[in-house]
């Protein structure tokens, strides 16, 4: 079964300091890996995507994820933090090869940024 | 283009009242999907819907009921309201050329929080 893991509940960085936000995957063939970020009292914005390609994502926001497929991992980075990145950010990945609709979901990581 | 608008944005029910959330996308998109967000959790598929007219159930569809009349408009209905209901709701729209198989982005509401005691 398709599944994603966030293994941390929160993450706190300086600002100016790169930021790694954990994610790790277990699928069954060619994984498809999404990063969203949820900021307070907002729905959920896409930031990017894995399909297949570079393992080297760049999203929005200045976010960018490495795709690791020995380590099975798909980590969020950011190489200077801002205050304004102080959000939820979400993990997931879809829960059969044939459809998009149905996301698994990581349980989240919150992201402080300290000034 | 506002995108995907969700009604209320706050509501407190008591046990056993029934009530309708509201969700609207002006993208033209041809998927929509209900999700909860409980908190320390990660989101649950309640129902989606790949067109007007299709609806199917996703993880967690007990106590709940959609419909999807038109593509714009994808309302979630709680017929008895139980306190395991107390969440916030996000409804989400994508769109995909091909049935079955896409990966594009959703797009998102901005919630409902929904009380039920």
């Known amino acids: 079964a398709q599944s994603v893991a966030q293994p941390e509940d929160q993450v706190n960085v300086a600002e100016g300091n790169p930021l790694t936000v954990k994610c790790t995957y277990s699928v069954s063939g060619n994984p498809y890996l999404f990063w969203y970020v949820q900021y307070p009292n907002r729905g959920l914005q896409f930031l990017l995507k894995y399909i297949t390609g570079d393992n080297l994502v760049k999203g929005s926001y200045g976010f960018e994820a490495e795709f690791n497929k020995s380590q099975t991992s798909f980590h969020l980075k950011k190489p200077s933090a801002l205050v304004s990145d102080s959000a939820l950010y979400f993990c997931?990945?879809?829960?059969?090869?044939?459809?998009?609709?149905?996301?698994?979901w990581g349980a989240g990581t919150k992201l402080i940024i300290k000034p | 283009n506002a995108g995907v608008t969700q009604t209320p944005k706050f509501r407190i029910l008591k046990i056993g009242q029934s009530m309708t959330l509201q969700c609207t996308q002006d993208m033209n998109h041809n998927y929509m999907y209900w999700y909860r967000q409980d908190p320390g959790m990660g989101l649950k598929l309640i129902y989606y819907s790949v067109g007007a007219g299709i609806t199917d159930k996703g993880e967690v569809p007990n106590g709940y009921n959609v419909s999807r009349s038109t593509t714009e408009d994808f309302p979630l209905r709680l017929e008895l309201a139980a306190p395991s209901q107390t969440s916030v709701y996000f409804c989400?729209?994508?769109?995909?050329?091909?049935?079955?198989?896409?990966?594009?982005?959703?797009?998102f509401g901005p919630g409902t929080r929904l009380t039920v005691l």
């Open positions: 997931a990945v879809p829960r059969s090869m044939d459809s998009n609709y149905q996301l698994i």
């Open positions: 989400a729209s994508s769109y995909s050329l091909v049935s079955g198989s896409s990966y594009n982005e959703q797009f």
